[in-house]
């Protein structure tokens, strides 16, 4: 089955430390997205990748770095920068956007980080 | 750039009872796609809809695209326990996909 597998599904961690959250996809899919969940604020975009070796910062991307060495493989590492690191993180895929429009959008399960 | 709003931020409904969703968009939209994101899930792809007064319905579901292409709403009927859940409404700009803040529904039995 294609999908997107993000790991690992809880993630706890001690104020000052990186940490890098894994996200796998076998869609095919050249882009893929970093969104970040807060209670009542819906989903907030970190980074987004187009194609392997490139990736844009979205709105909130202070804090956190990508990496896209791979056409399947896009981890998001949160750093010690990052002021409120504790969230529901999502990560997703899609087609090529020149190749096929508006395309939707392919969640994961999603990784919980708490931070103390 | 381009601001996503939805309003209510929270329904509670009544089983078989109908209500309305609504998203306004700060800038002309390009598409609204919808998603519906179960209690502990994650985000599902509804629909999407890209014409100037599209209307498009899923069973109980109806969804339409204003005239302008600024706004949107989501309509159910006969609500049931399955549709518990946070819709969100979200448009491309480039090539980002920003969501508003979604409507969280709650059901009564």
């Known amino acids: 089955d294609g999908g997107i597998t993000q790991s690992p599904k809880y993630l706890f961690r001690k104020e000052g430390q990186n940490v890098t959250l894994s996200c796998e996809q076998n869609l095919n899919h050249d882009a893929m997205y970093w969104y970040r969940q807060d209670p009542g604020q819906g989903l907030r975009l970190i980074y987004y ?4 070796n490139d990736f844009q910062k979205g709105d909130i991307a202070e804090g956190y770095s990508v990496s896209r060495e791979k056409k399947e493989s896009f981890p998001l590492t949160v750093t010690s920068a990052q002021k409120n690191p504790t969230a529901f993180y999502l990560c997703a895929s899609s087609p090529s956007r020149e190749g096929t429009g508006f395309s939707p959008l392919h969640f994961g399960n999603g990784t919980r980080l708490t931070v103390t | 750039g381009q601001q996503v709003m939805q309003i209510p931020q929270y329904q509670h409904v009544q089983e078989g009872e109908d209500f309305t969703t609504y998203c306004n968009s700060s ?3 390009s598409n609204i796609q919808w998603y519906k994101q179960r209690p502990g899930g994650h985000p599902v792809f509804l629909i999407q809809l890209v014409k100037s007064g599209e209307v498009k319905k899923q069973k109980r579901l109806t969804f339409q695209f204003g005239e302008a292409k600024k706004n949107s709403s989501l ?3 006969a609500t049931q326990t399955t549709d518990v859940g946070t ?10 996909l920003s969501f508003g803040a979604g409507t969280t529904v709650t059901v009564r039995a």
């Open chain 1, 49 to 52: 990748s187009q194609i392997v």
């Open chain 2, 87 to 96: 819709y969100f409404c979200a448009g491309w700009e480039d090539y980002k």
């Open chain 2, 75 to 77: 309509h159910i009927t």
């Open chain 2, 27 to 29: 800038t002309t939209l």
